[in-house]
């Protein structure tokens, strides 16, 4: 399934956000930035989306008629159910297109911040090991205090030294070779290609290599201390929630305009939600922000969308004509 999130498309967003990132110097900002203009162009088909949403929903006491007339016979039923979407103009098929264009947008933005994640971890650490306490200052974005790990009560402010091993290990695609070898000369890393990457260790401060302390670990100690953030987590889950709450509103609007889509998308209207908070906690923040605002964009839309809508019907409808007493 690494395809999903690393290919071309994925590829592209790195390079976008990082050209936005060289006019802003905040990755927050490209985040938020690339994720509208992303959304402003898939636009065209979300309107075609919520216009064929609306006939289908128009035209629904119609396909109930339909279904009672011709309830012992299937074939007439979706003869007949074909023949009304024709004369309505109803393409049931045209709701599905904008969910075949958002989910690989989804897995390749998620391949993207993993990229991004490892290149800037990596940076960040070696620029602390060599810069020393004038590169100390971590990525810290509002109450999150780095980008790149995720907005979780559970999470470390950078990874502990397994983590970090696993992390180098599952994104050696995506660091350059030349900070893999930086890595390993600061005394972080030490590569043996028979066996892995793996952390190496150092002597204590009287020379004792049995008690030996881990460079990684020493390094992350003093950035922690240095940003006085001992004993404190990176988040406090609030990406995620926003991320699954924005999510079920969009699906909840959604799903009112529509009884036959409300009625046989119960179960996906609360599953994604929470797919999605558990995918933000255990991402990077970066990956939680663009979820966030891709469903803060969306509901936004519905909602302005609806509103026109609205005002439309009530302008067509035709106006009540009271009797004369």
């Keep these: 399934m690494e395809f999903l999130s690393n290919n071309f498309i994925s590829e592209f967003f790195v390079v976008a956000l990082k050209w936005v990132y060289s006019w802003m110097n905040s990755y927050p900002g490209a985040i938020i930035t690339v994720t509208i203009a992303i959304r402003l162009l898939i ?109 979780a009560g559970h999470e470390q402010i950078l990874p502990t030294a397994a983590k970090f091993i696993s992390f180098v290990q599952t994104n050696m695609s995506n660091i350059s070779p030349q900070s893999v070898h930086m890595l390993a000369q600061s005394g972080m890393l030490n590569i043996d290609y028979s066996a892995g990457v793996y952390l190496t260790e150092m002597a204590d401060s009287a020379g004792v290599v049995g008690s030996a302390i881990p460079v990684y670990d020493g390094l992350v100690a003093d950035i922690i201390n240095y940003n006085g953030l001992a004993g404190r987590m990176n988040g406090w889950y609030i990406l995620p929630l926003l991320a699954g709450g924005t999510l079920f509103l969009q699906q909840k609007l959604s799903m009112g305009q529509n009884p036959q889509m409300a009625q046989q998308g119960k179960m996906m209207l609360y599953f994604f939600p929470l797919f999605s908070v558990y995918i933000c906690a255990t991402a990077s923040t970066s990956f939680a922000l663009y979820w966030l605002f891709a469903n803060l964009y969306a509901l936004a839309q519905l909602l302005v969308l609806n509103y026109i809508y609205k005002m439309r019907d009530k302008k067509d409808k035709p106006p009540v004509i009271e009797e004369a007493t």
């Design 43 to 151: 636009l065209p088909l979300d309107l075609r989306q919520k216009k064929s949403a609306r006939k289908t929903a128009m035209i629904q006491p119609k396909v109930e008629s339909l279904k009672k007339r011709y309830a012992n016979n299937p074939q007439q039923l979706q003869k007949k159910q074909q023949e009304l979407y024709r004369k309505e103009g109803v393409k049931p098929l045209a709701g599905c297109l904008p969910m075949l264009i958002t989910l690989p947008i989804f897995f390749a933005f998620f391949g993207a911040m993993r990229v991004l994640a490892a290149e800037q971890t990596v940076a960040f650490m070696l620029n602390a090991q060599h810069v020393g306490e004038s590169a100390f200052s971590l990525p810290s974005w509002l109450w999150v205090n780095n980008l790149w790990q995720p907005d």
